[in-house]
């Protein structure tokens, strides 16, 4: 068990660029859960996954955001045209099943749009 | 609904005790307990699920509430290592995993 892993820790980006993020679950957790958290603020959910579905995407999130998760595995997270206010933590988290024992975060991605 | 935490700092002795509390203006499935270190990642504590089940970490245990929607933490004989903001996650929509995060108390032990 080697944890959940995010690929890169932290990333500053110029307003109207795309962005990658990815995300590496513990390999035998089949949910997974994107969530940003600003300061201050708990973290606030963006979409999940079960194996390779994405099963709800939240209704706050822009177009912008796409989220995929191909063959179950690994996740990625594009932003499109960035804009300042997506300056955040974006945290990933997975999971056996739904509620037990618990959702495995990873470190997070820092994005920075200047 | 973002579920309501309270008290939103809280700032101890070394083997003190705390509690905090985590309310829902929705039914809820389940409720998750974080504690998330600055510049740290959040880290699952426990899960109450609907029917009275509970799982514990260390010397932290929960109540969970469902006919008033409430979960309350409890600290015992706090640590120096429990400071941290501790986050509330509730799952509402029948055991998706999806959690709403309350905004979190903050928790300072001092020597």
């Known amino acids: 068990d080697t944890g959940v892993s995010q690929d890169p820790r932290h990333k500053i980006t110029k307003r109207g660029q795309n962005v990658t993020f990815r995300c590496d679950p513990i390999s035998e957790h089949n949910r997974l859960y994107w969530y940003r958290q600003t300061l201050g603020q708990g973290p606030e959910f963006l979409t999940y996954?079960?194996?390779?579905?994405?099963?709800?995407k939240s209704r706050l999130l822009s177009d912008r955001f796409s989220a995929e998760r191909p063959k179950g595995s690994f996740s990625t997270l594009e932003i499109q045209r960035t804009e300042q206010g997506d300056s955040a933590m974006y945290l990933c988290?997975?999971?056996?099943?739904?509620?037990?024992?618990?959702?495995?975060f990873g470190p997070g991605t820092r994005l920075t749009v200047t | 609904q973002q579920p309501v935490q309270s008290p939103q700092a809280v700032i101890l002795r070394e083997g003190e005790d705390a509690v905090i509390n985590c309310s829902s203006s929705k039914a809820l499935y389940s409720v998750h307990w974080y504690r998330q270190k600055h510049g740290e990642a959040p880290v699952f504590l426990m899960i109450?699920?609907?029917?009275?089940e509970q799982k514990g970490h260390e010397k932290i245990s929960a109540s969970f509430n469902e006919k008033k929607q409430q979960s309350s933490l409890y600290l015992t004989a706090s640590q120096l290592s429990y400071s941290g903001t501790y986050f509330c996650?509730?799952?509402?929509?029948?055991?998706?995993?999806?959690?709403?995060f309350g905004q979190g108390t903050t928790l300072q032990v001092k020597p």
């Open positions: 996650g509730s799952d509402g929509s029948g055991n998706t995993g999806k959690l709403i």
């Open positions: 988290a997975s999971s056996v099943g739904t509620s037990a024992p618990g959702q495995y």
């Open positions: 109450l699920l609907k029917g009275g």
């Open positions: 996954f079960q194996n390779e579905a994405q099963l709800e």
